[in-house]
């Protein structure tokens, strides 16, 4: 069956400092793959989409990388601040009759210190 | 930018009765939504994927008749949990997708049955 997996302990780092956060998949084949912060109590809010043709895709303060070959992404947050804290989720997507589902990692929370 | 509403935010029932939440795209139109239901610490799981004008489609293991989804129009989507129960109780999302890849999702409603 489908399985994504993410850091499952939460990260701990202090501000200004770069973070790497991991999302595996198996038995997967995704078109592309998100990546999304959501706040406690809140619904996601969409960060970046890179799809599987794309090594790299850069937002910001935000760099994500997609390998096919190891069905990982990472997501890199550099120069942190306490406003990063919050549950990173990986999302990879997959296309099926003309609409697209996404299927959630359970998260990785990052918690970064003044 | 694309925002979703939702209404409730939150709502407590008691068991037996059911509880309507809305889902609206307030500045564009979304032929598709989804529902999903996250448990505290666990990832969102799709529920539901809703099209305009049609019968919605549900994931393995949802009951459809349980929780009944209706999309009238391309701004609203609703769900129905019907005949609730505690174990109904949880975290309601929806999103809706515009016309770019994207996935906007609202703020969630939680549903506490007593």
């Known amino acids: 069956s489908q399985k994504i997996e993410q850091n499952s302990e939460a990260l701990n780092i202090q501000e200004g400092k770069t973070d790497t956060l991991t999302c595996n998949y198996t038995?997967?084949?995704?078109?592309?793959l998100e990546w999304y912060r959501q706040d406690p109590g809140r619904g996601p809010v969409f960060l970046l989409l890179?799809?599987?043709?794309?090594k790299e895709k850069r937002k910001e303060r935000l760099k994500v990388t997609f390998d096919t070959t190891l069905k990982q992404s990472l997501f890199h947050i550099t120069a942190s601040q306490p406003a990063d804290s919050a549950t990173y989720l990986c999302?990879?997507?997959?296309?099926?009759?003309?609409?697209?589902?996404?299927?959630f990692g359970k998260g990785t929370m990052l918690l970064v210190s003044p | 930018g694309a925002v979703v509403s939702q209404h409730p935010s939150w709502v407590i029932c008691k068991s037996g009765t059911s509880v309507k939440i809305e889902c609206r795209s307030l500045?564009?139109?979304?032929?598709?939504m989804f529902w999903y239901r996250q448990f505290p610490k666990q990832s969102l799981m799709l529920m539901a994927t809703?099209?305009?004008?049609?019968?919605?489609?549900?994931e393995q293991g949802v009951e459809k008749d349980k929780f009944l989804i209706n999309h009238a129009s391309l701004t609203l989507s609703t769900l129905t949990v019907t005949s609730a129960h505690p174990e109904d109780s949880s975290f309601y999302i929806c999103?809706?997708?515009?016309?770019?890849?994207?996935?906007?999702f609202g703020p969630g409603t939680r549903l506490t049955v007593t």
């Open positions: 999103s809706a997708r515009g016309s770019d890849y994207e996935q906007y």
């Open positions: 038995n997967y084949s995704p078109a592309y």
């Open positions: 890179i799809r599987e043709n794309e």
């Open positions: 999302a990879p997507g997959a296309s099926n009759s003309g609409y697209s589902t996404l299927t």
């Open positions: 500045d564009f139109q979304a032929t598709t």
């Open positions: 809703s099209n305009e004008g049609s019968k919605a489609t549900y």
